[in-house]
C-alpha cells in the first residue's frame, strides 16, 4: 500500500514537471540570463542584483517551486458554490451524507489545496521593457564605474516550440575615465580652519579610476568631520562635486565645494553665512517620559555635575549612575559620535522602551544648544516562559521549560535582578529522566570592582559585571549529577566589533549523587569487564563471572573484581592486555564517578564583523584562554587516595584549556549563503589532575560533525564502542552551503570534518587514541550530507542527514565503505549548526 502511494504522488509530481504548463501562447518563460563583458561570459553574482527578470530558482538543476505550482489549475473554482456547480454530482453526493455546513468544508479543502500550490512560484515571463530596462540599469552602473563610454546591448532568444526564453547582455565597457586635477574649495574660514587642523587626507587622487563610491565615502567623510567638531547644522546638501566632462582624452577635473550655510531672510531669499560651532548649555533628562503624559508637570527635579534629572513623580533613578550614560557635559562641543553612544549606551541598559534626545538652540544664543533626553521606561517587573522540545541520540523526545522574573532597576541604578527556575522531562535509553533547577543573576551596567580598577576601561565601551548564583538536579541522567555555580563576570565592548569578557571567579561544584549505576549506564564498560572476569576465573579458579547485572549488586561487585586484578601480579603477567582493560576500566570510573570542583579564570576575545542579522558577508573570531583550579590550589596541601589534590575534601579540577573558533560567511548571491567554520581546542592538567567529563571535548551531534551521533566518534583512529567517548583535544572544520527551496523552506549542502585526541600522557590510554605529531591528522573523520531548514523569522527548525563519508578506524578501505542512508545520522536542532 505505500508503495502503491508513494509511486502515485510520483507520477502526480512528474506529471506537473511541464515546466510551461502555465505559460500561455505568445509567452516565454525566461530560463537563463547570460552576460557577457567584452565578449567574455561572466558567471558572478556581482551584476546579479541589476537585472529585473531572473528564472525560477532551481535545487539541484530543477526548478521545484515551479513544479509545486504547476500542480495547481488558475481555472479551478475559487467559492465553494462555483466548485458544487463545477462538479454537480460529487457535490450532490457529499451533500446527502454530509450537513450543507459540512459539504461547505469538503469543497474548500479542494479549493485551498489548488491554492496553496499556486502560492509557489509561477514561473517568469520575460518582458521586453524589463529586458530594456535591466540595459539601463547596468548602463547606470559602469557608469559610477568610471566607464562613461560603455554600450549594453541585449538579446532575447526565444524557443516558440517549447515556449522558452533566455536573455543575453553583451556588454563592452570601453575605456575608463580617471581623475586628473583635483581642486578642494572651502566658503566657510570656520569649515576651513577645522578641515586644515584635522589633517585630514582625501580618497581622491590623480590618477585613479572614477568611482562614484569614492565620491560618497568622501562626501560621508566630510560629513562625519564636521558634524564630530561642533558644526550641528551641516548637512551633506554643503556638498558638491563638480566634473569636467568637456575632455575627451579619458580624463576629467574634479572640483570638490564645501559651500557656507544658508538661510531665508525676511524677504525669502537665500543668504549665505559662516557655520558656528556649537556648545551643549543644558542637558535635561525625562526619566519617565510617556506620550499620554508628555504635557503634565513634572514634581521631582535632580541636578547631578551639570545635568538636570525629571520625574513626572518620584525619580526612581539614581543620577550618578544614569549620568554614566550621558557622555555630554555642559560647554562641551557637540559631536555626533557622542549623540550615538549617549543613545546606544542607554539602550543598553535594558530599561527603557525608547531614548529619543533633541537638540535645540538656546533663544537668544547662536552657538549655543539645550540637549533633551526622553527616556520611557519599561516594565519594572516582566515574567518570562520559554518551552522547547528537546532530542538527541543520548536522550529522546523530550521537553523543557524555563520561568523567570526580572526585575529592572532593582537598586536605582539600572541594575538587571533576575530570577529563573527551570525543568525537563524526556524519555531516556534507561527511562523516564528529569531536571530541576534555579538561578539568581545580577547584573550592573558598570564594572563593579575593588581598588579603582573600574577606571581602566572607558564608560565608552559599555562595561558590564554579571554576579549569578544557581543550582540544578538531575534524575535518571547519567549518575544522577547535582551542581553549584557561582560566577563573577566581566564584559565590554572594545568597539563595535571587538568584545573582552573577564571571567573572575567562575566556580562549580560537580556532585555525582548515583555512583552505582555507573556499570548499568556504561554498559560496554561492563561488557569489557565480564568478558575478562572468564579469563580471569579460569587462570585463577575463582567465580566473579558472570559480575551480578542487579543495580544493588553490580557496582560492588564489579569494583571488588577490579581490585582483584589491579593487586594479582601474576594475571598482569600472563593476561597483560587483559590487565590494562581492567586497569582502563578504572580510571574511567574514578574520573567519572569523581565530584569535582572547578574554580575557572578566563579570558575571551570576541570579534564580530556582522552589522545585523540580515547581514551574511561577515567574519567571526572567538578565543577562550581558561585555567581552573590554580589560584585556589594554592590555599591547600591536601591529596585524596587516588594522588588528587583536594580542597574541602573536594578534588580540584587543575587545567589549562584554549579554544579558537573562526567563522567566515559569503552571500553569493539568489539568497545563497556559503559558510566555513573552524575550531581548535585543548586540555592540559597539572599536579596530576583529572578532566571533569563536562569539560571535555566530543565529537559528533547535529552543531557538530554530523555523520556521527553524540559521543560517538574517536578518540582518534580507535573505535572502542563505548557510550560516551572524550578526549582532551579537538579539531573541527565545516563547510556549509546554505540555499532557497520553497518561501520559508531552505535547503543545504555540507561537509564536517574533525575528531577527538588524548594529549593527557596518561598511562591508561592507548597509542589509537594519542596526538602525536602532524601525522595524526590522518586520523580525521569525515562527514558530508545535506539539510533543509524552515525558517520561522523567530528561529529556524533544521534537520540534516550526515553520511559518514571517511572513517579513520576502518581497516582497509575508509572512504565511502558506510556511505548510505542506513548507516547515516539525522540531526534534528534548532539554527543553524554555526
Given at each position: 500500500m505505500k508503495k502503491l502511494s508513494f509511486c502515485f504522488l510520483l507520477i502526480l509530481f512528474f506529471a506537473a514537471c511541464n515546466s510551461t504548463k502555465h505559460v500561455a501562447e505568445n509567452e516565454h518563460m525566461l530560463t537563463q540570463n547570460y552576460i557577457f563583458i567584452d565578449s567574455v561570459r561572466d558567471k558572478s553574482a556581482a551584476l546579479e542584483k541589476y537585472i529585473l527578470q531572473k528564472p525560477n530558482p532551481k535545487l539541484l538543476g530543477a526548478p521545484i517551486g515551479l513544479y509545486f505550482?504547476?500542480?495547481?489549475?488558475?481555472?479551478?473554482?475559487?467559492?465553494?458554490?462555483?466548485?458544487?456547480?463545477?462538479?454537480?454530482?460529487?457535490?450532490?453526493?457529499?451533500?446527502?451524507?454530509?450537513?450543507?455546513?459540512?459539504?461547505?468544508?469538503?469543497?474548500?479543502?479542494?479549493?485551498?489545496?489548488?491554492?496553496?500550490?499556486?502560492?509557489?512560484?509561477?514561473?517568469?515571463?520575460i518582458s521586453e521593457n524589463k529586458v530594456k530596462r535591466t540595459e539601463d540599469n547596468l548602463w547606470s552602473y559602469y557608469k559610477t564605474q568610471g566607464y562613461f563610454e560603455s554600450q549594453i546591448n541585449s538579446k532575447i532568444i526565444r524557443d516558440s516550440i517549447h515556449k522558452k526564453a533566455v536573455a543575453e547582455y553583451r556588454i563592452i565597457k570601453g575605456k575608463p575615465t580617471l581623475l586628473d586635477t583635483i581642486k578642494l574649495k572651502i566658503e566657510s574660514r570656520v569649515l576651513d580652519s577645522i578641515?586644515?587642523?584635522?589633517?585630514?587626507?582625501?580618497?581622491?587622487?590623480?590618477?585613479?579610476?572614477?568611482?562614484?563610491?569614492t565620491f560618497r565615502k568622501e562626501a560621508s567623510n566630510v560629513v562625519k568631520l564636521f558634524k564630530n567638531s561642533g558644526i550641528y547644522y551641516f548637512s551633506e546638501s554643503a556638498l558638491g562635486f563638480y566634473v569636467d566632462s568637456t575632455r575627451t582624452d579619458y580624463k576629467t577635473n574634479?572640483?570638490?565645494?564645501?559651500?557656507?550655510?544658508?538661510?531665508?531672510?525676511?524677504?525669502?531669499?537665500?543668504?549665505?553665512?559662516?557655520?558656528?560651532?556649537?556648545?551643549?548649555k543644558e542637558i535635561n533628562v525625562f526619566t519617565d517620559y510617556s506620550h499620554i503624559n508628555k504635557n503634565d508637570v513634572y514634581n521631582d527635579s535632580v541636578s547631578y555635575r551639570g545635568?538636570?534629572?525629571?520625574?513626572?513623580?518620584?525619580?526612581?533613578?539614581?543620577?550618578?549612575?544614569?549620568?554614566?550614560?550621558?557622555?555630554?557635559?555642559?560647554?562641551?562641543?557637540?559631536?555626533?559620535?557622542?549623540?550615538?553612544?549617549?543613545?546606544?549606551?542607554?539602550?543598553?541598559?535594558?530599561?527603557?522602551?525608547?531614548?529619543?534626545?533633541?537638540?535645540?538652540?538656546?533663544?537668544?544664543?547662536?552657538?549655543?544648544?539645550?540637549?533633551?533626553?526622553?527616556?520611557?521606561?519599561?516594565?519594572?517587573?516582566?515574567?518570562?516562559?520559554?518551552?522547547?522540545?528537546?532530542?538527541?541520540?543520548?536522550?529522546?523526545?523530550?521537553?523543557?521549560?524555563?520561568?523567570?522574573?526580572?526585575?529592572?532597576?532593582?537598586?536605582?541604578?539600572?541594575?538587571?535582578?533576575?530570577?529563573?527556575?527551570?525543568?525537563?522531562?524526556?524519555?531516556?535509553?534507561?527511562?523516564?529522566?528529569w531536571e530541576i533547577g534555579a538561578d539568581a543573576s545580577l547584573e550592573f551596567p558598570r564594572l563593579i570592582a575593588p581598588f579603582g580598577l573600574s577606571r581602566l576601561v572607558p564608560k565608552r565601551m559599555s562595561p558590564r559585571t554579571l554576579f549569578s548564583l544557581g543550582s540544578s538536579f538531575q534524575k535518571n541522567i547519567g549518575l544522577d549529577r547535582q551542581t553549584f555555580t557561582l560566577l563573577s563576570d566581566y564584559k565590554w565592548q572594545y568597539n563595535n566589533k571587538k568584545t573582552i569578557q573577564l571571567e573572575v571567579f567562575n566556580t562549580q561544584y560537580i556532585q555525582n549523587l548515583n555512583i552505582n549505576r555507573f556499570f548499568d549506564i556504561y554498559s560496554s564498560e561492563f561488557t569489557n569487564l565480564n568478558t575478562v572476569a572468564k579469563i580471569y576465573d579460569s587462570a585463577n579458579g575463582t567465580s566473579y563471572s558472570p559480575l551480578s547485572t542487579d543495580i544493588e549488586k553490580q557496582a560492588s561487585e564489579s569494583l571488588s573484581f577490579i581490585k582483584a586484578v589491579a593487586s594479582?601480579?601474576?594475571?598482569?603477567?600472563?593476561?597483560?592486555?587483559?590487565?590494562n582493560t581492567v586497569l582502563n576500566i578504572q580510571n574511567r570510573y574514578n574520573i567519572v564517578t569523581s565530584d569535582f570542583l572547578i574554580p575557572t579564570l578566563a579570558y575571551t576575545y570576541t570579534y564580530n564583523s556582522q552589522?545585523?542579522?540580515?547581514?551574511?558577508?561577515?567574519?567571526?573570531?572567538?578565543?577562550?584562554?581558561?585555567?581552573?583550579?590554580?589560584?585556589?590550589?594554592?590555599?591547600?596541601?591536601?591529596?585524596?587516595?587516588?594522588?588528587?589534590?583536594?580542597?574541602?575534601?573536594?578534588?580540584?579540577?587543575?587545567?589549562?584549556?584554549?579554544?579558537?573558533?573562526?567563522?567566515?560567511?559569503?552571500?553569493?548571491?539568489?539568497?545563497?549563503?556559503?559558510?566555513?567554520?573552524?575550531?581548535?581546542?585543548?586540555?592540559?592538567?597539572?599536579?596530576?589532575?583529572?578532566?571533569?567529563f563536562t569539560r571535555s571535548y566530543f565529537a559528533g551531534g547535529s552543531n557538530d560533525i554530523r555523520a556521527w551521533q553524540t559521543y560517538e566518534l574517536g578518540p582518534g583512529s580507535r573505535n572502542s564502542g563505548l557510550e560516551f567517548n572524550v578526549g582532551s583535544f579537538k579539531f573541527l572544520t565545516?563547510?556549509?552551503?546554505?540555499?532557497?527551496?520553497?518561501?520559508?523552506?531552505?535547503?543545504?549542502?555540507f561537509v564536517d570534518a574533525g575528531n577527538i585526541w588524548d594529549i593527557s600522557g596518561s598511562e591508561f590510554v592507548d597509542e589509537d587514541s594519542k596526538f602525536k605529531d602532524l601525522s595524526s591528522l590522518k586520523d580525521i573523520a569525515i562527514g558530508s550530507g545535506l539539510g533543509v531548514r524552515y525558517d520561522l523569522n523567530f528561529f529556524v527548525l533544521r534537520l540534516d542527514v550526515g553520511f559518514k563519508t571517511y572513517e579513520p578506524y576502518l581497516e582497509g578501505g575508509k572512504w565511502f565503505k558506510n556511505y548510505n542512508f542506513a548507516s547515516a545520522v539525522y540531526n534534528v536542532g534548532i539554527n543553524y549548526p554555526f
Open positions: 505550482h504547476n500542480l495547481g489549475n488558475h481555472n479551478k473554482p475559487k467559492t465553494a458554490l462555483k466548485w458544487g456547480e463545477k462538479h454537480p454530482k460529487k457535490y450532490k453526493i457529499i451533500k446527502n451524507i454530509f450537513s450543507e455546513k459540512q459539504s461547505i468544508a469538503y469543497a474548500n479543502s479542494f479549493i485551498k489545496l489548488n491554492n496553496w500550490f499556486l502560492s509557489y512560484n509561477a514561473p517568469v515571463i578641515y586644515k587642523d584635522s589633517g585630514m587626507r582625501s580618497l581622491l587622487k590623480s590618477g585613479d579610476q572614477y568611482n562614484d563610491k574634479v572640483e570638490f565645494l564645501i559651500a557656507k550655510d544658508r538661510f531665508k531672510d525676511d524677504n525669502g531669499v537665500y543668504v549665505k553665512k559662516d557655520y558656528k560651532v556649537h556648545r551643549i545635568i538636570n534629572f525629571l520625574a513626572h513623580k518620584k525619580l526612581k533613578y539614581n543620577p550618578k549612575y544614569l549620568a554614566q550614560s550621558i557622555f555630554f557635559s555642559s560647554g562641551d562641543v557637540y559631536k555626533d559620535t557622542l549623540r550615538n553612544l549617549t543613545r546606544n549606551h542607554l539602550k543598553s541598559l535594558n530599561n527603557f522602551k525608547s531614548t529619543n534626545i533633541t537638540f535645540t538652540p538656546i533663544k537668544g544664543s547662536e552657538n549655543e544648544l539645550k540637549m533633551d533626553l526622553f527616556l520611557a521606561p519599561k516594565e519594572k517587573y516582566t515574567l518570562g516562559f520559554e518551552t522547547e522540545l528537546t532530542h538527541s541520540n543520548i536522550r529522546n523526545i523530550g521537553s523543557s521549560a524555563k520561568f523567570s522574573l526580572t526585575n529592572r532597576n532593582a537598586f536605582r541604578g539600572a541594575e538587571l535582578l533576575k530570577f529563573s527556575f527551570l525543568g525537563s522531562y524526556f524519555n531516556a535509553k534507561n527511562g523516564p529522566g594479582n601480579p601474576g594475571f598482569k603477567a600472563s593476561n597483560s592486555d587483559e590487565y552589522v545585523d542579522f540580515k547581514d551574511n558577508n561577515f567574519s567571526f573570531f572567538k578565543a577562550r584562554i581558561a585555567n581552573s583550579g590554580n589560584v585556589l590550589g594554592l590555599f591547600s596541601k591536601d591529596y585524596n587516595a587516588n594522588g588528587k589534590k583536594t580542597l574541602f575534601k573536594i578534588p580540584l579540577a587543575q587545567y589549562f584549556k584554549t579554544d579558537l573558533e573562526y567563522k567566515r560567511f559569503w552571500n553569493v548571491g539568489s539568497n545563497s549563503v556559503f559558510g566555513v567554520r573552524t575550531l581548535l581546542g585543548a586540555i592540559l592538567t597539572y599536579d596530576n589532575s583529572d578532566i571533569p565545516s563547510a556549509e552551503y546554505r540555499f532557497d527551496l520553497l518561501n520559508s523552506l531552505k535547503g543545504a549542502l
